[in-house]
């Protein structure tokens, strides 16, 4: 007979296999094509070493997704049972999973706030259990085909600190889907991790000798042979071990005389494939013996015998011979637990597929009967193998069971695979869709196709006619809420304006239905409609149970706040603070998650910062990821507007780099990336940034984030004087202003779109925008908005040839700003100002001004517009306080916009000197002034003091005020001393 291969070719990997587990925690990547050893590494490993419970999951290539299947499977094998293992209460989680421990496990746990909730307390348990069950090392077997849930759960392993578990997984790189999750682990594993990565190459040719000698009894291999098989089998293993006993079967080689003999090579005909050598040798066996792997490769899973013949459709007889031959041919292997598989999935692919289409289909029937007697019911295998046998029936009785253990494990993303199928593929009933649709969570349907499946079924129950009113109503319902959770707001809005009149008074789903339609997302609809659309659902919501009504009031102060209305705040004061229950708690967080975010861009930046850290404190505490994520990423963007940019830009990138947020967050945060950019003077990478952000949010409907990267832009394409560009970034987002009746959106992009207008010398377009500005946050308690129109007021003025009345415009807008606090746009009001005195002949002022200006910017970490204000500074040459303009030396300042040119290059107007603010700000330090106190004396901001101090410590090149003090006096800078001069 032919022996099983030895393990040839591998020590190196053996070795470095060994290496790294020594020291964990560790992850151990397994690369290399079908056949190539990967699982052979893995079983010598486990034979040789010390290593404690180290359990295999093995990820199938089912056609339905079974949540976290391979490592439940792993699981299984390392326990029979949880009694005992003291585990917390977090481990009632684990239910969905494991039925058959409830009695053992602890109480279910509240709902979770979504899928990533769900998610996030299931991996935790889980992680909780392999500890208890001191699991040293998961395997993970041919994770290429691993569903999302178990990917996610590898990359909450290692992000874990410390990791509690090492991980070796193996895979096919070939047969990695694009954007998988599994790219993520192989290419960012966490610090602290000992890592190796092994990829399996192909035998050279006297390994691929030594391989068939060690089937072949230790007979030496000619080198002509060797070469023969390596030519044919490009040294796989498995393929020169599926050659070598199809050689066997014909007596291509054959036993003689204590050895081994061959016939002449050009006489042997080698398979071109595995899958052609294995199905014929499979064609050698036995009747029984075919059944039985027929039947091995219908089940696809390991499985007992018992099984294994009911599929096969044999007696026990016929079963135990059939087994037997096939466990001799080395097709099917069995483990200890007496269960039997495919060596190799190749083969069974192979079989499975030689084996004719009735008969599969007859198979698939029994495989499902015979896994129906299991307890507890393993409910998406029974689904894949009734829909494989065309039992529309069981499938869709089974494929909803799956969906929803899928649902109660937080794996919303399978159930919505599940449901999809039935849906599009089973031909239900019309009157059956809507329940189905129903279970599909919002943004779980991943792809446009998957979306665009569910809608054209439901579309074609409502235009079946077989639908009562009430049933038509529940089905545009759930039409409507799955196009809305994927963007899709104007075709969602129409479908739930068709759905309110047939749902039923005090329902949950039509206050939901009104208040989404009084959102203004989507570009059709004016702002008036949403309006009259809250206000029914006021009077929808006191109709709903008590329990449902704080998380309407939340949505239903968001539409409030979105459209201006500051009606808003009071109908989010009425969720209470306090909560008594998890469901309060989290409503809570859902309210100041919202709330945080519509203060921010109301301009009530404390409030926002407030409301925010709490959001992100409960959802840390309690585990809701996806409030959190949100909280984090408008944070984020908090600090942008608030001047915490130190550190900025390391944290959006972090963010960013995980991975893992929702579209409108990510996109949030990518902005804020985007303006860094453009502070820091890096323009062509920041335009490309704010046009993507832009672009991308535009397709997901969310009008009113679109006007910010489009008032980014606009700036840019003034300062490189493209006014056209600039008019048209703007156009599309202030119309969709206007249509919404919503003008706190337009705070960053009026004063860009004014600009844009002037520029292109069309004063009265601009005139008329200012004035529908003023009139639109007109008695708004909205900070942001009300200084974003004085600086709208400061433009029009300095576009109209009135510097003076620009100043004192561009002097109200800077302090409203300063007040907020959002510096960098105070700093650039400032910049507005100065140069509108340079054109009203305050020279002296101005300059000042500017070089102030300059200074906080460079503080900030604004470093491009520090850099162009000190360019501009130096075309004013050294001079005594009051000179005259050295001829030649002027700046063109023909408006505020601060891009005027420059004509003439000269030198520094301080350099190292200190300005003469800088100089009042020294002399009252030294008088014992405090920065406050010098702030209220001089009428500047606080931080604007703390800048002039910083600037002066560092000119002065003292690191204390003391010393600045001490300085200053040494140098005569004390009352009636003056600013030396550079060549002092």
Not at 162 to 190: C, F, I, K, N, W
Request: net charge negative; glycine share 8%.
């Amino acid at each position: 007979m032919v022996a099983p291969p030895a393990f040839v070719g591998r020590r190196r990997e053996l070795a470095v296999l060994a290496e790294t587990l020594a020291s964990p925690p560790a992850v151990v990547l397994v690369e290399g094509e079908a056949g190539i050893g990967k699982s052979r590494l893995l079983r010598e490993f486990r034979a040789a070493s010390a290593v404690r419970l180290m359990p295999t999951a093995e990820c199938p290539p089912l056609h339905d997704p079974y949540t976290l299947g391979p490592v439940v499977d792993a699981v299984h094998q390392a326990t029979d049972g949880v009694a005992g293992l003291g585990l917390s209460d977090l481990a009632g989680a684990l239910r969905p999973l494991f039925p058959e421990w409830a009695a053992d496990l602890p109480p279910a746990p509240e709902p979770a706030e979504d899928a990533r909730a769900a998610r996030h307390r299931l991996f935790r348990a889980l992680v909780e259990l392999l500890d208890r069950l001191d699991v040293a090392v998961l395997v993970v077997e041919d994770v290429h085909w691993a569903d999302d849930a178990t990917l996610e759960f590898l990359l909450f392993v290692t992000s874990r600190r410390p990791q509690p578990v090492s991980l070796v997984v193996t895979y096919r790189p070939e047969d990695v889907p694009a954007g998988s999750l599994l790219l993520r682990l192989s290419s960012r594993l966490p610090p602290g991790t000992t890592r190796a990565r092994l990829a399996l190459d192909p035998l050279d040719v006297a390994e691929t000798a030594n391989l068939v000698s060690s089937m072949l009894g230790g007979e030496r291999m000619s080198a002509e042979f060797a070469a023969f098989l390596h030519q044919h089998t490009d040294g796989v293993p498995l393929a020169v071990e599926e050659s070598v006993r199809l050689m066997h079967d014909r007596a291509d080689v054959t036993p003689y005389g204590g050895g081994w003999i061959r016939r002449h090579l050009a006489d042997i005909d080698v398979p071109p494939t595995v899958r052609d050598s294995v199905v014929e040798r499979s064609g050698r066996l036995g009747e029984d013996a075919q059944a039985m792997l027929r039947a091995a490769a219908v089940l696809a899973e390991p499985a007992n015998e018992a099984t294994l013949a009911a599929v096969g459709e044999l007696t026990a007889d016929h079963s135990a011979a059939g087994l037997a031959e096939a466990l001799d041919c080395g097709l099917l292997r069995d483990d200890e637990r007496g269960l039997v598989s495919f060596r190799h999935g190749l083969a069974c692919r192979a079989v499975y597929e030689a084996t004719p289409r009735p008969l599969r289909r007859a198979m698939h029937l029994r495989a499902g009967r015979a896994l129906e007697g299991m307890t507890p019911q393993p409910v998406v295998r029974l689904a894949h193998h009734f829909r494989e046998a065309d039992d529309t029936g069981s499938w869709a009785r089974y494929a909803e069971r799956a969906a929803d253990v899928a649902t109660e494990a937080g794996d919303w993303v399978a159930a919505s695979v599940l449901l999809h199928g039935l849906l599009t593929s089973a031909g239900l009933p019309p009157a059956a869709m809507a329940p189905l649709a129903a279970k599909i969570r919002p943004g779980s349907l991943t792809g446009r196709s998957r979306l665009r499946g569910v809608v054209a079924a439901l579309r074609t129950a409502l235009d079946s006619g077989a639908l009562d009113a009430g049933e038509q109503a529940a089905t545009r319902y759930r039409l409507g809420m799955l196009l809305a959770s994927n963007y899709d707001y104007d075709d969602a809005q129409r479908e739930l304006e068709l759905a309110v009149p047939g749902l039923r008074p005090g329902s949950v789903a039509l206050s939901h239905a009104m208040t989404l339609l009084g959102w203004p997302l989507g570009a059709s609809r004016p702002g008036r409609a949403h309006r009259d659309w809250l206000r029914r659902a006021a009077d929808a919501a006191s109709l709903v149970p008590a329990a449902e009504r704080p998380d309407l009031a939340t949505k239903r102060a968001v539409g409030l706040l979105l459209l201006d209305d500051p009606d808003g705040w009071a109908v989010a004061a009425t969720v209470p603070d306090e909560f008594a229950t998890p469901a309060q708690r989290r409503s809570v967080a859902f309210r100041d998650m919202n709330m945080g975010d519509l203060a921010m861009r109301w301009g009530r930046y404390a409030e926002a910062r407030a409301r925010l850290d709490n959001a992100w404190a409960l959802a840390e505490e309690h585990g809701y990821p996806r409030y959190g994520e949100v909280a984090r990423a408008n944070l984020l963007h908090l600090d942008w507007f608030t001047g915490r940019w130190d550190g900025l830009t390391a944290r959006t990138s972090a963010y960013e780099a995980s991975g893992e947020a929702m579209p409108l967050n990510r996109l949030e945060v990518s902005l804020v990336t985007g303006l860094m950019l453009a502070a820091n003077g890096r323009r062509s990478e920041a335009e490309c940034a704010l046009a993507e952000v832009m672009t991308q949010m535009g397709e997901l409907g969310a009008v009113h984030a679109v006007v910010e990267p489009a008032a980014a832009l606009a700036r840019l394409h003034l300062a490189a004087g493209r006014v056209e560009d600039a008019l048209r970034v703007t156009a599309q987002p202030i119309g969709v202003v206007a249509l919404k009746e919503a003008w706190l959106w337009a705070t960053d992009l009026a004063p860009a779109r004014v600009d844009a207008l002037l520029a292109a010398g069309r004063a009265e377009d601009a005139a008329e925008l200012v004035a529908a500005f003023e009139a639109g946050v007109l008695g708004r308690n909205a900070p942001a908005p009300q200084a974003a129109l004085a600086l709208c007021e400061g433009i029009l003025a300095a576009g109209q040839g009135a510097p003076e009345r620009a100043a004192t415009a561009f002097t109200r807008a800077a302090a409203a700003w300063e007040a907020l606090p959002r510096p960098y746009d105070a700093l650039l009001a400032r910049e507005r100002r100065a140069r509108c005195l340079l054109a009203a002949g305050r020279r002296d002022a101005g300059l000042s001004s500017l070089a102030e200006v300059a200074a906080g910017l460079s503080d900030l970490g604004a470093s491009a517009d520090a850099e162009r204000l000190r360019e501009c500074l130096t075309t004013y040459g050294p001079r005594e306080h009051g000179a005259a303009e050295p001829e030649g030396r002027r700046t063109t300042v023909d408006d505020a916009s601060g891009n005027g040119e420059r004509r003439r290059r000269g030198r520094p107007g301080y350099g190292d000197r200190l300005s003469p603010r800088e100089l009042e700000v020294v002399r009252l330090l030294i008088d014992g002034k405090t920065n406050p106190q010098i702030a209220e004396a001089l009428v500047l901001s606080r931080q604007t003091v703390n800048s002039h101090v910083g600037s002066a410590m560092r000119k002065l090149r003292v690191s204390s005020r003391t010393a600045l003090a001490v300085s200053a006096v040494e140098r005569g800078l004390a009352r009636d001393g003056r600013a030396p001069h550079d060549d002092e």
